[in-house]
């Protein structure tokens, strides 16, 4: 049984491991990273407050860009490349006593661009119809996109 769900302000632990490279080893060659995005990650007991240190985490991706174990809470930097970013695939499991409890995620990438929508309007004939249409001329190379910057798992314990 899992659960994952995104929390609001609590208090934290301290972070310990400052920050976790998440670039894989198997990326190709090739790829070249643009820039670099740090993700807090932090487990909490289900319908609680109460957060949970030591939970161990793997996240990948379905290109291997990015690949790695960590322990919660945790920074974790992520490389962001050329277009959108791939949802990272997530998987955090502790052991409460005598279970063991796992929760997966999805952690997608959001444009955080400023909407540039420019639109051109075309009237056409004399009997007053009126045809419209919305072209958007933004270079959508440029666009800003990014993680999360705080995600919260939730574990049932």
């Known amino acids: ?17 400052f920050v976790t490279d998440a670039r894989s080893p198997n ?4 790829t070249k990273t643009s820039r670099f995005h740090v993700i807090t990650f ?4 289900a319908g609680t407050t109460q957060e ?9 991706t ?7 174990k960590f322990r919660t809470p945790a920074h974790v930097r992520v490389p962001i490349y050329n277009g959108k970013p791939p949802d990272i695939d997530g998987q955090c499991r502790t052991k409460g006593g005598e279970t063991e409890t796992t929760a997966l995620f ?15 309007t075309i009237s056409v004939g004399t009997s007053g119809t009126t045809v419209s249409a919305l072209f958007s001329l933004q270079d ?8 999360p910057s705080q995600f919260s798992i939730m574990l049932l314990l």
Do not use: H, W
């Open 62 to 68: 379905l290109d291997n860009s990015i690949s790695t």
């Open 140 to 147: 959508r190379t440029k666009d800003q996109v990014n993680y």
């Open 52 to 60: 949970i240190a030591e939970a161990e985490c793997i996240l990948s």
């Open 27 to 30: 990326a190709k060659i090739t």
């Open 1 to 17: 049984m899992f659960g994952v769900v995104l929390t609001a302000c609590v208090t934290s632990l301290p972070i310990v491991n």
């Open 106 to 120: 999805k952690v997608s990438a959001k444009n955080t661009s400023m909407p540039k929508n420019e639109g051109v």
């Open 42 to 45: 932090r487990t909490f007991r």
